[in-house]
């Protein structure tokens, strides 16, 4: 996918190489159709970014890759996926997934876990799964499950203590105050890291894309939380 946010990062072109490489070493082998339905974010320029983006960028790539959402079809009768579109599995535009893998420092999960995924499945519209992934149990809705993978370097004690009062401050507590990170101090860390009102104007044309496919939205991208343009 081509990425309209922001100019390549070199943090950017390390995951697109370590993509790559697993690639060349045939580690995408099952399914059969696994590869084909792997892509990098190219876009997110922080923690709460590297949730939502992938989740509204997975329609639009199925939309780009029809084999890709072939594949995702003949999938959609399990609850591997979860649709806004009364006809089922129809559209690319309509499909992103019901259950999404996140792994990160463990020192973060209460960033993620209280935070980024009430946050992200409020702007999605799609209430959130408290029962395990594997459920059979029926709802009146969809409804999107989260499960977080922490691993942390072999911190010292005293490394530990430093970090996670860190994390609480400058992570928890900025992002508790700013779930979607629009303000002052969010907003001026991601245009650090090359956000800009262009990229804003991106994110907002992507929105109203994936809220077009799902007939929920204007296209405006009002109050979804990209962040980049002014308070």
């Known amino acids: ?17 370590k993509h ?36 509204l960028q997975f329609p639009v790539y ?9 594949s995702t079809c003949a999938s959609s009768r399990s609850p591997t996926y979860v649709s806004r579109s009364t006809g089922g ?23 993620f876990t209280t935070l980024h995924f009430p946050t992200v499945s409020s702007l ?3 209430p959130i799964d408290t029962q395990a992934p594997s459920s059979t149990s029926t709802h009146p809705s969809p409804q999107l499950s989260f499960t977080f993978h922490g691993i942390d370097p072999p911190f010292t004690p005293s490394q530990r203590t430093a970090v ?21 101090v969010l907003r001026g ?5 090359g956000w ?7 994110f907002e044309e992507l929105v109203g894309r994936v809220e077009g496919g799902w007939g929920i939205g204007s296209g405006k991208g009002e109050g979804r939380g990209g962040g980049a343009s002014g308070e």
């Open 1 to 17: 996918m081509k990425n309209p946010f922001s100019p390549p990062r070199q943090s950017i072109l390390a995951v697109a190489e």
């Open 20 to 55: 790559n490489l697993a690639s060349a070493n045939s580690l995408y082998t099952h399914p059969l159709t696994l590869a084909t339905r792997i892509f990098t974010d190219d876009f997110a320029t922080d923690s709460f970014q590297n949730v939502y983006f992938p989740l």
């Open 62 to 70: 199925l939309s780009q890759s029809p084999f890709a959402f072939a």
């Open 89 to 111: 599995c129809q559209s690319p535009a309509a499909v992103i997934p019901r259950h999404t893998h996140l792994i990160s420092h463990a020192f973060k999960r209460p960033r």
């Open 124 to 126: 999605l519209s799609f």
């Open 164 to 184: 996670e009062a860190a994390e609480r401050e400058k992570g928890v507590e900025a992002w508790r105050a700013d779930p979607r990170g629009e303000g002052a």
């Open 189 to 193: 860390k991601r245009e650090g890291r």
């Open 196 to 202: 800009s009102e262009s990229s804003q104007r991106a």
